[in-house]
């Protein structure tokens, strides 16, 4: 178990440019999450996967914002056209279907100039 | 989700239990209560989760009153590295459900 991992860790983008994100969930986890932390809050959520189904996403989820799982293994997060108020953290969580426990990466932090 | 309510800061002297108090008042039957904590800079740590019954492992105890209306967490013996943003949540474990982050508890541990 190597724990779910991100990257990159960090991203610094210039606005209007396009990023995306990769996260690698713990192995044989089918469910994944995203949720976007900015400074001195809480994580929000964003949207969730169970295998390669999206099956949830957040109001917060605007249309510049995409995420997929192909395969149902490690999914990316994709912001076109980025704006100042992207910048936060994007942490990834991945469960298993029996046992709901999610179990957090690193996070990636992005700054939009 | 049920809404909780924690003390915003706590400090705790370093090799002391430091116990972290949540309110839940309005948790309904199949609400986990989840402890996560945040790190400066890092992705939230699960530390624990309990229905009813207290829970104990490797990191920290879980005391849920009876009525499910509140409970704490405790580190037995806080260390420096303990310090930290602590996240009570109430969370049903059914499919799809997120997890409702509030500000949680800053707990500085001192030397």
């Known amino acids: 178990d190597t724990g779910v991992s991100q990257n990159p860790r960090h991203k610094i983008t210039k606005r209007g440019q396009n990023v995306t994100f990769r996260c690698d969930p713990i192995s044989e986890h089918n469910r994944l999450y995203w949720y976007r932390q900015t400074l001195g809050q809480g994580p929000e959520f964003l949207t969730y996967?169970?295998?390669?189904?999206?099956?949830?996403k957040s109001r917060l989820l605007s249309d510049r914002f995409s995420a997929e799982r192909p395969k149902g293994s490690f999914s990316t997060l994709e912001i076109q056209r980025t704006e100042q108020g992207d910048s936060a953290m994007y942490l990834c969580a991945s469960s298993t279907a029996i046992q709901e426990t999610q179990y957090f990466g690193p996070g990636t932090r992005l700054l939009v100039l | 989700d049920a809404k909780t309510t924690q003390p915003t800061s706590m400090d705790c002297a370093e090799g002391r239990a430091a116990n972290l108090p949540c309110n839940h008042s309005t948790i309904s039957g199949n609400e986990y209560v989840y402890w996560y904590r945040q790190i400066h800079s890092q992705g939230p740590q699960y530390i624990i989760h309990g229905l009813k019954n207290n829970e104990t492992n490797e990191m920290a105890s879980l005391i849920i009153t009876e009525d499910r209306k509140s409970s704490t967490l405790i580190l037995p013996h806080a260390t420096l590295r303990d310090t930290a943003v602590y996240y009570c949540?109430?969370?049903?474990?059914?499919?799809?459900?997120?997890?409702?982050f509030g500000g949680g508890t800053r707990l500085m541990v001192k030397p």
């Open positions: 949540i109430a969370f049903p474990p059914s499919a799809g459900n997120m997890l409702t």
């Open positions: 996967f169970q295998n390669e189904a999206q099956l949830e």
